[in-house]
């Protein structure tokens, strides 16, 4: 029996199969490297590496020094972030231009900076001995590289979030006799909080995946980056690939799970 068929379509049925091969490819290219981890280390090799003396003390190191990171992004990083979406002063985005440039600044470049800036020799530097305090090879140090790393991830994300909100609903507020600090813990922030559970989840996947300003001002302690670095040219890539497996089971299910949470939220 002959169907009958449009012309226009098997046009269209072959650009849309040929999109969604394309697609696939392009998937399967940029997720290739945590497919290839997760096919090239056996359970076996994890047990056998976090069963070496000391082990998981990187891991500690690393989840105790991105949670403190994260709690100051929060604490400082948030008014930050809605001054810079709320306030109509010219000013501000001179602010914003340099959360852009720490965006866009390698993080080794960073590292290096921080030691002309907190180092032992520095008048900050100074400042910080006097509270008993080093931004040289220390748990201090691991926190502030890591801050350095992830702010701008924070600060930028939730200033895009601010800066989407119902402004009528604001102005109602404002009719109403709210105050600002009224105004930002009873609408913007509750509207805000799945976006904002975003951004801080990039940041968190930031924080203690940091490297680059780590290697620099904190090579000690090890946190799980340094880790992978120490253990990858000590005993070789096979050794290394259980602490690398390790450190994305840390850091990935966390920003996961806000990606959802904030997909259901905007439904």
Not at 148 to 153: C, I, K, L, N, T
Not at 178 to 195: A, E, G
């Amino acid at each position: 029996m002959q169907t009958n068929v449009h012309p226009s379509i098997r046009p269209a049925t072959w650009a849309s199969w040929l999109a969604v091969a394309s697609t696939i490819v392009i998937w399967l290219v940029l997720v290739g490297p945590l497919i290839t981890l997760v096919l090239k280390v056996s359970p076996s090799e994890i047990v056998t590496a976090l069963r070496q003396p000391g082990a998981l003390s990187p891991l500690g190191v690393s989840v105790g020094s991105a949670l403190i990171a994260l709690l100051i992004l929060v604490l400082l990083g948030t008014p930050l972030a809605y001054t810079l979406a709320r306030s109509p002063r010219r000013g501000v985005r001179w602010l914003e231009a340099g959360m852009l440039l720490m965006l866009l600044m390698p993080p080794l470049v960073i590292g290096l900076l921080l030691v002309f800036m907190l180092g032992p020799l520095t008048p900050l530097g100074g400042l910080l001995a006097h509270v008993h305090l080093s931004a040289t090879n220390t748990f201090f140090a691991l926190i502030v590289a890591e801050v350095y790393e992830a702010a701008p991830y924070y600060v930028l994300g939730a200033q895009s979030t601010f800066v989407g909100l119902d402004q009528g609903m604001l102005d109602q507020a404002s009719l109403l006799g709210d105050t600002p600090r009224q105004r930002f813990f009873r609408i913007s922030l509750p509207l805000s909080l799945p976006q904002l559970t975003s951004s801080l989840a990039i940041a968190w996947a930031r924080a203690i995946g940091a490297f680059g300003a780590v290697i620099i001002i904190a090579y000690h302690p090890y946190g799980l980056p340094m880790q992978v670095w120490t253990t990858l040219n000590e005993v070789g890539l096979q050794r290394a690939l259980p602490y690398a497996l390790v450190l994305l089971v840390v850091s990935l299910p966390f920003p996961l799970l806000a990606f959802f949470w904030s997909r259901r939220a905007r439904r």
